[in-house]
């Protein structure tokens, strides 16, 4: 997974300051912006499914995890399924919102690659068949488990830094005024947690603090996280043909 907020974050920088440089009509550039920003949280949706299987079996619910969501292949699959459906509505804003997607999948499992400590199947399904293992830059790091919990705690506050940025843009641009008080006030529902459950990580057996992390990570605030952003279109998208620097 590895901070979801951060994903978020990525996906509002990298997308303002890097694709939009390379496309210069605006419809485009729009759905390139808000493809990239909702595709960038994408490959953890199959978090969901884990956290479902979570307080019944931890080890079936982490291989749920980063497999195909996280591959070239998904990836693949977006471009030619959004390419598809732009054919028949004849709507080009839907072809360059599925690159958008497919290119805020790639971007978020290289970040995973990373900086998150473990395994990622880019090639997936080659793995499967022992073809091409998944991409690991961590092998030799044995994370402890109070920083794996001290970072799981700080998926809230890479949450409210995400929420944040967002309240920064809708006020610069003056855009999603009806969102801007449940954006801020989720910020702060973030940035709370994150200062209750850091102590809590320290002393907290790891069984325990993962179940009370991850369940309604699952539950409430990955489905929030995409709600929010999915409702922030008109931000997003502004920022990808203003390019107003905060
Ligand atoms: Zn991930």
């Keep these: 997974m590895g901070q979801v907020g951060l994903h978020g974050l990525a996906g509002l920088v990298v997308g303002e300051y890097v694709l939009t440089s390379f496309v210069q009509a605006p ?66 804003y839907v072809r360059y919102l599925g ?63 995400y929420y944040d940025h967002l309240v920064r843009l809708a006020v610069s641009f003056n855009t999603n005024r009806e969102m801007i008080q449940i954006v801020r006030r989720m910020a702060t529902i973030c940035w709370i947690i994150w200062a209750v459950l850091t102590p809590m990580a320290v002393d907290m057996p790891n069984e325990t603090f993962e179940k009370a992390l991850y369940v309604p990570m699952g539950i409430v605030f990955m489905p929030a996280v995409l ?10 998208e502004v920022m990808a043909v203003q390019r107003k620097r905060l």
């Design 99 to 161: 690159i958008g997607l497919a290119l805020g999948v790639v971007g978020h499992f290289t970040v995973d690659i990373f900086i998150w400590f473990a395994p990622v199947d880019v090639f997936w399904p080659a793995s499967i068949y022992g073809l091409i293992p998944p991409v690991n830059l961590w092998w030799w790091w044995g994370e402890p488990p109070l920083v794996s919990r001290l970072l799981g705690a700080a998926e809230f506050a890479a949450f409210a830094l």
């Design 227 to 236: 709600y929010i952003t999915w409702r922030m279109q008109a931000t997003i």
């Design 27 to 92: 419809t485009a550039r729009r759905a390139l912006l808000y493809g990239f920003a909702l595709g960038n949280f994408i490959p953890d949706l199959d978090f969901l499914a884990s956290v479902a299987m979570f307080p019944i079996n931890q080890e079936i619910a982490l291989e749920l995890h980063r497999g195909f969501s996280h591959s070239l292949l998904g990836a693949l699959a977006l471009v030619v399924g959004f390419f598809g459906a732009s054919l028949l509505m004849r709507d080009t």
